[in-house]
């Protein structure tokens, strides 16, 4: 959505722009679901969770996927979709299932007429946390100070919560990737907590 209001080329630049981000963390247990508001550069919590899939057939398990990541395309009307990318599993197994439910999100936002995004999970890690090798813990920690969170989010909530960061960062053309921006560059060091508490 827009909301602008201007009188001359330099008000134009200036306008206020608003992009909802819905963003998912795949899998074939449990699927992780971030929604986050982008307003002039500034990423604003909106809502964030788990779908948690029954201990049934894939294919029932998909179609889980399917109708909750409809449902929620349908209640929040996010304007961009970013998913993480197949990583390499050990387990080929594992790895086709986790496809298969990155499948099953991707055609729910594809209906909906949203490009998709798709991010390596340690590009994510690298965005967010300033270390492509972060742990969950990290993760949370960060995404809770990024978006100013009351308490961390559950491990899965986070990741997508991540996802949305990592792609609200990468979209902006000013923006500055916490870790691999052009800041972190000068610094030669990774972000500290201290350091998004400055910046934020």
Request: aromatic content about 6%.
């Amino acid at each position: 959505m827009t909301v602008a209001i201007y009188n001359n080329d330099e008000d134009y630049e200036k306008k206020m722009t608003t992009t909802r981000i819905l963003a998912i963390d795949p899998g074939s247990r449990i699927t992780g679901f971030g929604i986050i508001d982008v307003l002039n550069g500034k990423s604003v919590y909106v809502n964030s969770g788990c779908i948690r899939l029954p201990d049934e057939a894939l294919s029932v398990r998909l179609k889980h996927i399917f109708n909750n990541v409809s449902s929620l395309l349908s209640e929040y009307s996010p304007n961009e979709f970013a998913i993480e990318e197949v990583f390499l599993a050990k387990n080929a197994n594992s790895a086709l299932k986790l496809g298969q439910a990155r499948g099953a999100a991707i055609v729910a936002a594809s209906l909906q007429e949203l490009f998709v995004h798709e991010y390596a999970a340690r590009r994510v890690k690298q965005s967010v946390v300033g270390n492509g090798n972060a742990d969950k813990e990290q993760v949370q920690t960060m995404v809770q100070l990024l978006l100013k969170l009351s308490a961390k989010p559950q491990a899965d909530a986070a990741d997508a919560l991540a996802i949305a960061l990592c792609h609200a960062n990468t979209r902006t053309s000013g923006g500055l990737e916490y870790g691999v921006g052009k800041r972190a560059g000068r610094m030669s060091k990774r972000w500290t907590e201290q350091d998004v508490r400055k910046a934020l």
